[in-house]
């Protein structure tokens, strides 16, 4: 069988595919990446050249003042942590209500299984708004409140039945062990169940990070309190404003105003990146695994 495979795309046809295959994912691999080079350009340039070449990747001018000025304000710092402890305890909250719920799920001799499931779908189809969301946040007396940042979405449909599924795919007869063994259904999901699932959850965990450490409305929506703002609400109001002062961002260097837009989209979107080739290895697999079976 591989060697049929081999024999058929080392043919003249098979050796064209391949190169004009190639060159399609370069071009669009470059589509993908120049904009973001541009960007990371832009944040080592100097003001006059930002402002005099209309495109460029590599400045004539190295300088680091519009990070200086990002990281010597208090506002950014501040928000640049809140983002960070925000996403870890939002993703560990979220993950763990998915786990929780996808459990049981998985057992196919749960009473009202197939009800469940059905509100589960019927929620992924059909969501309630942004009013009636805000009405009961603001009812649950979470506005103002971090909490109100990951607690309304603590539970994404999607992700619960892709790990639903996949728990359904393990082996029953390691839980039929344990609990032999004495264990209880929270002791087989803790010490049997997750830790044979980490190419999924390691996958979901990444998806609920980067919702929550992108996402702006809930910010603009439940936050009023400035010195709660995350980062992506400081990226808004940068990239908003058509100058910056230096009382604007609380710092005694004075920001450049456009290198230091570009300094912030950078400094948002490095995080995201370096935690991707850690989880890399699971994606593929979490995704696949998960989705085989209902």
Known sequence: ??????????????????????????????????????????????????????????????????????????????????????????????????????????????????TFLSLIVFAMVFSAGMIPTFLVVKDLGLLDSYWALFLPMAINPFSLIIIKNFFQQLPQELEEAAKIDGANELKVLWHVVLPLSKPVLATFALFYAVGIWNDYMSPLLYLSDTSKWTLQMILRQVTASASLSAEDLNTEV??????????????????????????????AKGMLIGSVKG
């Open 1 to 114: 069988m591989a060697s049929t495979t081999y024999q058929r795309f080392n043919t003249r046809a098979g050796r064209a595919f391949d190169v004009v295959n190639v060159v399609v994912l370069v071009v669009v691999g470059l589509v993908a990446l120049l904009p973001f080079l541009y960007v990371l350009a832009g944040s080592f340039a100097t003001e006059y050249e930002i402002t005099t070449r209309p495109f460029f990747l590599w400045p004539h001018e190295f300088t680091s003042a519009s990070y200086e000025s990002i990281l010597s304000s208090e506002i950014f710092v501040r928000a640049f942590v809140t983002t960070v402890v925000v996403t870890l305890v939002g993703t560990l909250i979220q993950l763990g209500l998915t786990a929780l719920m996808a459990y049981p799920l998985s057992k196919i001799d749960l009473p009202g299984r197939r």
């Open 254 to 283: 004075p920001p450049p105003a456009q290198g230091i837009k570009f300094a912030v989209v950078i400094i948002a979107t490095i995080p995201v990146l370096l935690a991707y080739p850690f989880l890399q290895k699971h994606f």
